[in-house]
T-cell receptor, first 111, second 115 residues
Framework: EDQVTQSPEALRLQEGESSSLNCSYT??????LFWYRQDPGKGPEFLFT???AGEEKEKERLKATLTKKESFLHITAPKPEDSATYLC????????????FGSGTRLQVQP | DTGVSQNPRHKITKRGQNVTFRCDPI?????LYWYRQTLGQGPEFLTY????????KSRLLSDRFSAERPKGSFSTLEIQRTEQGDSAMYLC?????????????FGPGTRLTVL
C-alpha cells in the first residue's frame, strides 16, 4: 500500500526566511510525485510533477527535488502570499491513476 | 474560466437523506476523478473514469456511494442514506489522455455537512 508522510505538520516563517518541506514516500513502482498548494476552502492547485530521482523543478520561489525515498519543496525568500497548505502525492502501480496524498504542511509566512 | 467546476459548492442535509453532486471537467479531459477530504487530512481517492468507463474504485466507496459519467463528459456522485461520517469536502479532478499527462487538476469542491 502506498504511503506518504509530510513534515513538519505546520511551519511558521518570517517573510524572507527560506526553508524546506519534506515528503517521505513508499510506493510500488513510482509513476509520479506531485506537489499541490491548497488555500482554505478551495481545491488543490497543481504545482509540480517529478518522475525520477535527481529531477528538480522550479517555479518562482518554489523548487521541488526528488530522491528515491523523499521529496523536498524548498521555499526561497517566502512572502505572506505563499501561506497555504502544501500537499504531496504519489502515483504508483502499473495502470493505476489514483493519487495517494500526505496530510500536508500548513505554512504561515508572517510579514 | 475553463477549469473544473462543481455544484453545489455547499450542501447541508439530514442523516438518512440522499445527496447528489455534479462535476464538469476541463473541456476535452477524458479522465475524471473523485476524492474526499476531511479537515486536516489530504484528499482520499474514491473513483476514476476514463470516458464513461469506471476503471478504478477505492474500498472507501461503500455500496451507499455511486458515481456515473454517462456520456463521458460530466459526472455525478450520489450518496444514499447519508451518515454523519460522510461530512467532508468532495473534490473532483480531471486530466487529459496521454501517458505523460499524469497531472490532475482539481475543482473547488463540494462541502457536505450531514446533521
Amino acid at each position: 500500500e502506498d504511503q506518504v508522510t509530510q513534515s513538519p505538520e505546520a511551519l511558521r516563517l518570517q517573510e524572507g526566511e527560506s526553508s524546506s518541506l519534506n515528503c517521505s514516500y513508499t510506493v510500488s513502482g513510482l509513476r509520479g510525485l506531485f506537489w499541490y498548494r491548497q488555500d482554505p476552502g478551495k481545491g488543490p492547485e497543481f504545482l509540480f510533477t517529478l518522475y525520477s530521482a535527481g529531477e528538480e523543478k522550479e517555479k518562482e520561489r518554489l523548487k521541488a527535488t526528488l530522491t528515491k525515498k523523499e521529496s523536498f519543496l524548498h521555499i526561497t525568500a517566502p512572502k505572506p502570499e505563499d501561506s497555504a497548505t502544501y500537499l504531496c502525492a504519489v502515483q504508483g502501480g502499473k495502470g493505476r491513476r489514483a493519487l495517494t496524498f500526505g496530510s500536508g504542511t500548513r505554512l504561515q509566512v508572517q510579514p | 474560466d475553463t477549469g473544473v467546476s462543481q455544484n453545489p459548492r455547499h450542501k447541508i442535509t439530514k442523516r438518512g437523506q440522499n445527496v447528489t453532486f455534479r462535476c464538469d471537467p476541463i473541456s476535452e479531459h477524458n479522465r475524471l476523478y473523485w476524492y474526499r477530504q476531511t479537515l486536516g487530512q489530504g484528499p482520499e481517492f474514491l473513483t476514476y473514469f476514463q470516458n464513461e468507463a469506471q476503471l478504478e474504485k477505492s474500498r472507501l466507496l461503500s455500496d451507499r456511494f455511486s458515481a456515473e459519467r454517462p456520456k463521458g463528459s460530466f459526472s455525478t456522485l450520489e450518496i444514499q442514506r447519508t451518515e454523519q461520517g460522510d461530512s467532508a469536502m468532495y473534490l473532483c479532478a480531471s486530466s487529459p489522455q496521454g501517458a505523460s499527462y499524469n497531472e490532475q487538476f482539481f475543482g473547488p469542491g463540494t462541502r457536505l455537512t450531514v446533521l
